[in-house]
């Protein structure tokens, strides 16, 4: 399956990653100013951006094969879509016992406890955009979408 | 081929997903001495909470039987394995014929004989039904008495405050959850269960209980008497082997099996809380009585019961649980005098952060309230890395993967997900 990379040797740690990831998962997926300033609680990034100067890179779910969090969920609502590889946690059935966190060697998911508790990670942007938006919005590409044999570009 | 998978839990279904892998068509049967869909056992103090319905309750979608082409039959125990014959035979008497059978009969609670259990108002607190029970029982502000602050008797310590009950633990060792929490993390726990008007007894016991046709109280083994209307016993759980008994299955203390999940008897595998598995960190054989154990040794049963070669790399035990909020995650050992300890505690915030390490491998870790990210220490753990050039890092709560030397990053992260 297609996966996003990261180049750290292009990554300046801006962190539009995340404000384009945060607006694709609002209601308005295409507009940076409404997502901030009209939605409560904001969704959170669902990609990590790690920096210790002067590295930085990016990271999100990195939708293991073998996912450790599909495995380990206690209720079910972590899967792996059989059809296009992505793992997706229902957030209507996750009950925030952070399982998946405690079993992620990423360190991927993140605890969401302002509203229902519900982990959150990455989705591929599945039914949102065809390229993930923390990849269409780096403004250096420092995220690539590619397959996985595929090579760096 | 002829599958027969006796338990409907998390050690089944994954058997199931595992068998459905390589085997599209072979018939299956799934017997549950319960009659509900597959749920998530976790979720009954949830339940008793009121914080999930029924029907956020099932571990795989209502459908699920049909879609994967299984025959369920629920609320039907079975009471004997002809292994011969090569059939299951059900307490009404029915025979269910196998050419592969998968025993995921999980765990049940152990009750140990105290004198009066017989009277009303007692539960155990492991299936729906007990939740179920406990919940008509409830009425008004009941005061209950809890023998075990182990996970179990912890969460149902929970979930009754949360009802509005008077709630008194009554635990053997000096601490809660003694058998993955260390003194230091034991105590914050405590702090924050009392803040919620939960009273513990420590090193104690409940001696007899009192009443008439109904609980009314309990005797201590100090001789101090303790009032309650609702008594429940969560002492641990054990391996629920009843069915295996007279049987030529070996038993240990769980069902013994090898790496496949194999019992050397032909055809007949076992996994999850009935079963006696390999312990990554520890290196010996034993029941991991955690979920995500069971769906991987159940995974790897289904595989090798439709004809793959499927190998158990071993598990570890860990837990991630919550008491209002405050979280906790742990894993492997937690810490002794066999071991190297790095800790960082700070009680106003009450954060705790313990690695345990062993000649510079990971081996444990304790992690209290902060807790984000922690699975990069459960995959160091499971990949037996040796991370003596960075193990003082491993204690802060930011933790990533810029504190990780180089090239092991790189490694991993361009792995892109292939562990
Ligand atoms: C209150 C509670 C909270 C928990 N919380 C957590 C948690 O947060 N995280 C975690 O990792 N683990 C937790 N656990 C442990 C976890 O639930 C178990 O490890 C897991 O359910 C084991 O799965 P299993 O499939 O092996 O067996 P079980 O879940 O025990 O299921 C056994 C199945 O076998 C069936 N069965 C038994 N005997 C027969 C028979 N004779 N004939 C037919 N069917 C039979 C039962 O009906 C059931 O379907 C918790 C357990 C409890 C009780
Ligand atoms: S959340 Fe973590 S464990 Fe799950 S698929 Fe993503 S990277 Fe893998
Ligand atoms: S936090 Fe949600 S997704 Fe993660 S293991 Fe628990 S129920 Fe599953």
Redesign the interface.
Known sequence: MKKVYAREEYCTGCGLCQVHCITAHSPYKDNIVKAYKKTFPRPLPRVIVEEQRPVSFALQCRHCEDAPCVKACITGAMQRDPATGVVNNDESRCVGCWTCILVCPHGAVARDERGKKAASKCDMCSGIHEVPACVAGCPNGALEYRGEREKEA | MEYCIVGNSAAAI?AVEGIRKRDKTGRITVVSAEIYHTY?R??IS?YLAG??KID??????LGFYEHNGIRFIGGKPAAALDTKGRKVVLACGDEIPYDRLLVATGGKPFVPAIDGLDKKNIFTFHKLDDVKAIEKALDGRARAIIIGAGLIGMKAAEALSCLGAEVIVVELANRVLSSILDEQAGALVRDVMENHGIRFVFENTVKRVLGEERVTGVELADGNRLECDLLIVAIGVIPNTDLVKNSPVPVNRGIVVNKKMETGLPGIYAAGDVAEGDDAVLGVRRVIPI??NA??QG?IAGLNMAGDEAAFSGGFA?????FF?Y?I?T?GVPGGPDYEELAVLDPDERTYRKIVLKNNRLVGFIAMKD??????L??LI??GTNVGSFKEKLVKTDF???DWPCELRRE????????
């Not at chain 2, 991993?412 to 562990?419: F, H, K, P, S, T």
């Open positions: 994954g998530s976790p979720l949830y914080k999930v956020k309750m099932y571990y795989r979608p979920l995500p769906y991987r995974e860990m837990n991630a649980i919550g909020g979280s995650a894993a807790i984000n990210r922690i699975g990069m459960t995959g499971q990949e990533g993967y810029l991993r992260v361009l792995a892109g997900g292939g562990l």
